[in-house]
């Protein structure tokens, strides 16, 4: 690594996070936390059928509930919510219900027991339509229709190269049908949203993931202008993409308060989130490759229909990724998006990306045995070299990734073919597998200002919030670094749109990038004030100054002026930098970070259960800001894996469509027993944009790689998710 800003020793320090004491001792304040002499308690009303349309609601029962304040529903508000359906126009409150719990109301009460009361004593006629409850029903002609314009949405389209001609040179095809299920945000905190008015002006207390994105689209739906939205989230409990703008809740709580006249704190259950929070939609892929003899793959083809439940808040092509990683001449797909009367969808941390990675990634170790050719070897085959085969990357870990794994890992001792027959084995057997992956590392707008005081203090002003990244702290640190100014002695003000410059939020893996950068600038900024005011008191050249350990110092050491001090002596209240960046990449230009992970598992061949038992995750995400933090989101991403190729998985009712496991009882999270020790190494790569994304790409390889692995112990290929015992033992005859 050369040219970074930061020295060796001082970057490869882990920094704990700023906020981190706070979090542990229960200081942290959340929106839930936050309470208010007059506060309401708000719940929503919910259907209890899955499809239909509201015909009548009567409320006389549910005002009689002493404590309640305001009823509001479908038939009197008709606020649309704009980020809630990516190509309908969806109704905060609906009078087209179309999964079991779609919300047609609302309640604001004193205490929380009467809004759960009076909400379930709101009496709703309906006029009931038939519902469709998987991807082959909502697809038949006669179908009921979800949406006026049909169920389906689609093909979209990914297409590059000449991928018929690449079929027709291939000397081998090889093709495999693959299924990921539904899976759950499942974040620590539960939705909650506090709102109240202070005449025309709107202050929502959001659990959101990006304080500007909500405060955008709650000024959009409820047509104010964004100065009369203000948006704080101190803390926030997780978040893995589904609340990264303006909520349903954030809505509901702007709406009551209004009626009411009072603040109101809006609050999800448990069970609720399992239905409500838009989670991960299912996929059902078909892949066919065509391939050369000496093992490198030409191109790819693949269709896929996704569940996308009653609503889905996702942008993207719902299945897409793996066509950036590979160096196929050619690559084409076609991607269905089927509405059915279930839970909705959305982001969820690299929405594409595992379900994507875990068709591609388990076809290659399928065509690898077919060819007899190491797994290894046969990705640093394939690894891309150009994206789609034309744009140049910024830059490339993806094979070091591989070669430093594989070493690190001993793969080559380690790695053996796997069992000719299944049904021989005995006990426990043993596998390893490989996979790669990678997520899109975008460049953008970003804002950060900084404050020196008379006493040295240093104030950071970021509109981050912190998801459980450590953005503040990378923030602070990126600010230390450029400053030369101790972490300990900046303060960071987050969390409030009132207060701080824009940053897009946490989402998308792109607040380093983005923000980051221009806290970087802002420092620079900063730091060129400073040498000028202590260049102008000491009568010294400014290349001859330097910051260093919060002090200006001369490099022949006969000048050391505390901060504070130049500040006090130049006369000014405080130094201020402000930055405003935006990057932008080159048309033929394509960004990524990149991983490739290790793991041995354990099968045991009577019960087919499944234990992960050694695992090694090599990421390239360019520079690493902060080698702890850094570290945490790659065991995080890997633990999310894991629960979403053993034992995650929606259940959905086929009677009505609900989830049947919406609860932490039986939708099976991993717990500490099941999630190894995870060793975590970063292959450093100089990217001209600075330090590139992390969030996000830890999740993406790790089903297929553990769907890799068991093929490698027992000789069975599980390709449906989550892999279960069962199918297991059904592939080694067992039952
Ligand atoms: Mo994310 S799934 O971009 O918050």
Redesign the pocket.
Known sequence: MSGSYVEVEERLRSYPRVDGLKKVTGLAKYAADWDFEDLLYGRVIKSSIPHGLVKGVDTSEALKVRGVRAIVTCLDDQTIWNAGERFHRRRVFTDHVRFLGDIIGAVAAESRFDAIKAAGLVKVEYQEYPGVFNVEDAMKPNAPQIWEDGNVRGPLITNYGDIEGDFARADLIVEAHYRTSRVANAQMEPAASLAWWDGDRLTVIAAT?SIFGCREGIARDLGLPLEKVRVITQYKGG???NK?SSMNYDLIAAILAKRTGRPVLVELSREEEFSLVHGRWSTDQHLKAAVTREGRVLGVKLKAYCDVGAYTRHVGKFVEGPEVYYSTTSWSSEVYVVYTNTPPTG?????TGPQSCFAAESLMDEIAHKLRINPVDFRLRNAVIRAHNTLRLTSNGLRDCLQVGAEEFNWYERWREPPEDPSKLNDTVKGVGVAIGAWHSRVGRGEARLSLGQDGSLKLYVGVVDIGTGAKTTMALIASRHLGIPLERIEVTWGDTDLVPYSIG???SRTTSFTGNAVKEAALKLKRQILVAASRLTGMDEDRLEIRGGRVVSRDGRVSLDLGEVVRKAGAEEFQAFASTEQGLGEDEERLSFAAHFCEVEVDSETGEVKVKDYLAVHESGEIVNLLTAESQVKGGVTMGIGMSLTEGLIISPQDGSPLNGNFMTYRIPNATQVPRIRVKFVEVEDPYGPKSLG?VPIVPVLARIGNAIFNATGVRLRDLPFSREALLRGMGRL
């Open positions: 993931q978040g893995f993409g990264a982001h969820m941390r690299a929405p946490e989402s998308g996000e």
